[in-house]
């Protein structure tokens, strides 16, 4: 049997096949050859509009606050609870991002006061369109959409957040300089006699022998310290005074006192809900009780 005969029967039985299930012939170019079928949009869009979709944002903003060292708060049953007292000092809104012109929805904030000889004539601009004094701290907060944009010239107090709220704490920790990897990472460190000398605080190995043959990327070794951001997430608002500009949230904060940090909403909520119903003072709770 030739081939040419051979390829004749294959063609003629996908013809007789492709006729049956309704194709012309027309689109039969060869043997091989697959009618195009439109399989409808994939499920993950890339356009940039679906990828801000899919990204977990909030729907308001947050604030920016002062971190001014921490203290004992002590709850209507007298627990005493280490708190960080956080003072919310002109934060004012600067300007609103959108997507049409930045690509995203975002509010821009600036917290505190700087002197105007010491701040540039383009940041002076920017300032005096938003009708708000010089800023020591600048800082943007990116939402789901316009619904969560403020108008430019806004202040932001502190009982923008409620007691018993969830929040997330975004600061700049502290800096330590080079460390070893017992104290960055927390590393055991080797014995202290019995054959070890000169190396009771290494970390060991690094890796593998000829295969790999090389050290393994994110390998957590001795480097420098702290100096990055840092977010705590889920720290409980304890109380709230918007008279005095402050509001306490439990436990402690990264950074150093008088250092510039981020409040938003809590991202990532275990419970059931993200505010409870924990009033503003403790003697309101002992009447609910």
Known sequence: MSLSFFGCTVFRRMESTMKIAGFSNRQIISPGAIPFI????PLIQKSPEARRMRKRLLERPGLIAVKRGMTCYFDNKGRRIPATVLEVD????LQNKTVKKNGYYAVQMGAGFRKPENETKS???????????PKAFVAEFEVKSKDGLIPPGTEIKADRFKVGQLVDVISHCKG?????????WGFHG???????SLSHRTIGSTGQNTDPARVFPGKKMPGHMGDISHTIFNLEVLDVNAEKGYFLVKGCVSGSNGSYIKVRDALKSYGS???SDKSSSGASKEKEN
Do not use: D, P, W
Not at 38 to 41: K, V
Not at 190 to 196: F, S, Y
């Open 123 to 133: 940041m002076l601009g920017h300032y005096r369109e938003a009708k708000v004094s």
């Open 190 to 196: 080797g014995r202290a006699t019995h054959g070890v």
């Open 90 to 93: 002109q934060c004012e809104v």
């Open 273 to 275: 809900h993200i505010i």
């Open 176 to 184: 330590k300089g080079f460390a070893g990897g017992m104290k960055r």
């Open 38 to 41: 439109n399989s409808g949009e």
